[in-house]
């Protein structure tokens, strides 16, 4: 089995759960975003190593649990 860190892989927002603490984006500002109200915006897939760590990291920090980790598509 593949190291899952050295897949392509994306951050992804389940705004359904997300109440906009921005502790995402202030732990991993390269990755992660905000709109005009403070919700996050993933900007990029997880291509390397470091991405995957600083995704893994704002996953931790959120508190709401929005986050998650998923194989890119295509």
Do not use: F, W
């Not at 190291?3 to 603490?21: E, F, K, N, P, T």
């Amino acid at each position: 089995m593949p190291d899952i860190r050295q897949q392509v892989q994306r951050l992804v927002v389940d705004m359904s759960a997300c109440s906009g603490h921005g502790m995402c984006y202030s732990t991993s500002p390269h990755l992660i975003g905000c709109d005009d109200q403070g919700y996050p915006v993933v900007l990029q897939e997880l291509s390397s190593g470091d991405d995957v760590r600083a995704a893994e990291a704002a996953v931790i920090v959120c508190p709401e649990r929005a986050l998650s980790i998923e194989p890119a598509e295509g």
